[in-house]
């Protein structure tokens, strides 16, 4: 054990610094650092421009386009990204899709999907959830039944994040309905465009289209598209909700909501006082530092270990979602709280400045109302509780 | 960085481990607790004899010379076995205020004391008054025909009673809570003129309150500049909370594991109490605790012996603000997934609930450091 900080991951933080400071210009970061869900525009745009300097996959194999860089510097090119306001690229394709793609789809799929994907030309939306199959995803009854050499498709998905935005979707469909839940799932990849797609949007409690709802009506879906073996889906999409375990905690998103309250409570807003001076306030905020802090060790302790490979002996991934969803709502709370009156306003995402307030308030209650989500997203913090009660401590 | 024990930390950690192990069941504790001291000499002698004493001193001054990440093994695995033994106030607390202020000679002099078990010392800091304030010392100390002459009470001294020398926090200068001013002074404990009392604290270990009435202490016992205690103090509280934080993560990893068994044992309502899922996600939380508060002692670690004295104390508040929460929390639900043999004296899990109790009230406790985080800004920078 030696907890000194390496120099050259510090040499490469500068290095990524250095890149946002000239390709990030000023009104892209103040648009993604307010709040407001991002454009499809600004994530592809972006993920251009990463491409370019062969860093819009970075956690893929270097064969796949990849940087080769560890886990540790991945983490800080990601948390230098988000805390300078750079758009995020499409979650659901480089995150979710292509480790399952790289790792189990064929020759012919790879050379269709990975390099578009790199290169910001396809968006890409996660069709698993369903109205009745949410922590029981297994569940799922979106049947695909195959007729020659198509899978005809029907069900009704839901929660599809950016769905508007989406060209291609993937989808975990049932093939066997005739054995354990788990055993008869398939991995599909559907082109948006298909006949008999239709995807509708939910608007979600902050007032925004983010969410969709994607209706599945007897679209014909090539065999070719399937990933892997039929009826093997489940373990892929395990596999994909794995791969990101050591990032669940989303420390950079806490780091910058916690910069943002502090901006705030540093205004004066209370007849020219400022809340940071208020010592009940500021020890509020110092828990949320405290916190954050220990996240970040822990994240770190699940990095390495990712380095290695090994098998962390704890539960991980469950225990940084807990904590760290738990803790932007915190923030988010905090920072509703230190906008007082202000906080009330709902501020449009354009011409925000004509109403009254801190430019700091735009966008910020959205995000609060948005982000009850992150505690039910990825696996409840119940379930997560579940995980780490049965399948670790064995109870 | 590296998460990951080097071979020889590996060795390091066995041979604690194994220690604790074979020494320290519940029911030879309880023996320990019933010696004269309250502790165990016989212990105490392994520890010294394995060099675990010697430990974090130069090896200059007849130490081993090893560092905080070592520190933490020892300390871990002395809270997994709810040690009785002065380790804590004689090799960390007032070891860690000789390291920092001892000359040469003195550590030549005491270091190999130590470290052969021959020589227990206690830092005598705390007084009515002070709380966590280490700077509040009315103690005073007077410089006479050569020799200084040290008056006041001290409170709650860590194994005061046992101690054969105590480390003394006295004013030679300025008012009672001036920085400035302080000096430290390694008094004998059979000097004329010092009364002790010892007592049981809750935790099943020992203190002592001091009186010192005009005490005679060479000019050769000083120790450190003259005025300048207040750094000395600061330092070893610094060792003491990252030590603290070690030793608490032993104490939490042992309780969670205790609960753990129990539910999958204890039977009601015809099935193990493990299947109600209240209870699972009482243990689910526990482990959470845990991990946040071992990322802690390791930062800790990390932080303890930094040079830029404003990190370092920032930092180790946050270390002790979560460890004293998470404490707090494992502590309180292992007793109560215990039931009612939670809260009885002949069962281990409510002695690792008390333990980590009193842990939260040593060198300051949540409240106090998160006012000290917040004065100093926090860590994270402030952006639009």
Not at chain 1, 172 to 193: C, E, M, N, Y
Not at chain 1, 197 to 213: F, Y
Not at chain 1, 263 to 278: E, T
Request: aromatic share 8%; with cysteine.
């Amino acid at each position: 054990m030696n907890f000194q900080p390496d120099p050259a991951d510090q040499a490469f933080r500068e290095e990524v610094r250095a890149f946002l400071r000239e390709q990030l210009p000023v009104d892209v970061a103040a648009r993604n650092r307010r709040g407001f869900h991002p454009s499809k525009e600004d994530e592809l745009w972006w993920t251009q421009l990463l491409y370019r300097r062969g860093w819009s996959a970075p956690h893929w194999p270097v064969e796949y386009g990849g940087t080769g860089w560890s886990p540790q510097r991945r983490f800080i090119f990601e948390e230098e990204c988000f805390l300078a306001g750079a758009p995020p690229t499409c979650a659901a394709g480089f995150s979710l899709l292509g480790p399952v793609l790289y790792t189990y789809g064929s020759d012919d799929q790879k050379a269709r999907f990975l390099e578009p994907t790199r290169r910001g030309e396809i968006f890409w939306g996660q069709l698993f959830s369903e109205p009745n199959a949410g922590s029981d995803l297994a569940s799922l009854k979106t049947t695909a039944v195959r007729d020659g050499d198509h899978y005809v498709v029907n069900g009704q998905k839901t929660w599809t994040t950016e769905g508007h935005y989406a060209d291609w979707l993937f989808c975990l469909v049932r093939t066997d309905s005739s054995s354990k839940p788990q055993r008869g799932i398939s991995f599909l990849i559907i082109d948006a465009k298909s006949p008999g797609v239709t995807i509708r949007p939910i608007v979600s409690i902050d007032d925004a289209h983010t969410l969709n709802e994607t209706f599945l009506d007897n679209v014909r879906v090539p065999v070719a598209n399937r990933i892997g073996e039929e009826n093997a889906g489940w373990s892929y999409a395990k596999l994909l909700l794995e791969h990101e375990r050591a990032f669940s905690a989303e420390v950079p998103r806490n780091k910058r909501l916690l910069s943002q309250l502090k901006h705030i409570a540093a205004l004066a807003l209370d007849g020219g006082a400022r809340l940071i001076d208020d010592p009940l306030f500021s020890s509020r905020i110092a828990e949320a530092e405290i916190e954050l802090r220990a996240l970040e060790w822990l994240t770190l302790r699940a990095l390495a270990d990712m380095d290695h490979g090994a098998d962390a002996g704890r539960p991980v991934g469950s225990v940084l979602k807990v904590r760290g969803s738990e803790l932007i709502q915190k923030i988010g709370a905090l920072i509703v709280e230190a906008l007082g009156p202000y906080g009330l306003i709902a501020y449009p995402e354009l011409d925000f400045e004509t109403l009254p307030g801190p430019e700091a308030a735009a966008g910020k209650t959205a995000d609060f109302l948005y982000r009850r989500a992150v505690t039910i997203y990825g696996g409840s913090n119940e379930i997560q509780r579940n995980i780490i009660a049965k399948g670790f401590l064995g109870l | 960085m590296d998460f990951d024990l080097a071979d020889e930390q590996s060795l390091f950690k066995d041979a604690i481990d194994k220690l604790v192990q074979k020494e320290y069941g519940f029911e030879q504790r309880r023996r320990y607790a019933a010696e004269p001291e309250g502790w165990s000499r016989r212990v105490w002698s392994q520890l010294a004899e394995q060099g675990f004493l010697a430990l974090p001193f130069d090896e200059a001054h007849g130490g081993l010379g090893y560092g905080p990440v070592e520190l933490m093994l020892v300390n871990e695995a002395l809270g997994r076995g709810l040690l009785l033994e002065p380790y804590l106030s004689t090799v960390v607390i007032a070891g860690g205020a000789l390291r920092a202020g001892a000359s040469d000679e003195q550590l030549a002099l005491w270091v190999p004391q130590i470290a052969a078990g021959e020589l227990l010392v206690s830092l005598a800091y705390l007084e009515k008054q002070s709380r966590y304030n280490l700077a509040d010392v009315a103690t005073r100390a007077e410089l006479r025909d050569g020799e200084y002459r040290l008056s006041g009470t001290k409170i709650a001294v860590l194994h005061g009673d046992s101690a054969d020398r105590l480390l003394v926090a006295a004013r030679t200068a300025g008012a009672r809570t001036d920085e400035e001013g302080i000096s430290l002074f390694m008094v004998d404990a059979d000097s004329a003129g010092l009364r002790r009392r010892g007592y049981r604290t809750q935790d099943g270990l020992r203190a002592a309150d001091l009186i010192l009435s005009d005490v005679a202490v060479p000019a050769a016992n000083l120790v450190g500049r003259i005025g300048g205690g207040h750094a000395l103090l600061q330092r070893a509280s610094d060792y003491a909370i990252a030590a603290l934080a070690s030793e608490a993560v032993g104490c939490m990893q042992a309780a969670l594991e205790m609960s753990v068994d129990y539910l999958k044992q204890r039977q009601q309502f015809g099935a193990p109490i493990s299947r109600f899922q209240a209870l699972q996600h009482h243990a689910a939380d526990m482990l959470v605790e845990v991990e946040q508060a071992r990322s802690m002692a390791m930062l800790a670690a990390l932080v303890v012996d930094d040079v830029d004295e404003a990190e370092r104390r920032k930092t180790l508040s946050a270390v002790k603000v979560q460890i004293g929460k998470s404490g707090r929390i494992v502590g309180q639900l292992a007793v109560q997934l215990h039931g009612g043999i939670g809260v009885t004296e002949e069962y281990a899990v409510g002695h690792y609930f008390k333990r980590l109790t009193m842990i939260e009230s040593q060198f300051g406790d949540g409240e106090h450091h998160l006012t000290k985080i917040a004065a100093a800004g926090g860590f994270v920078s402030v952006t639009p």
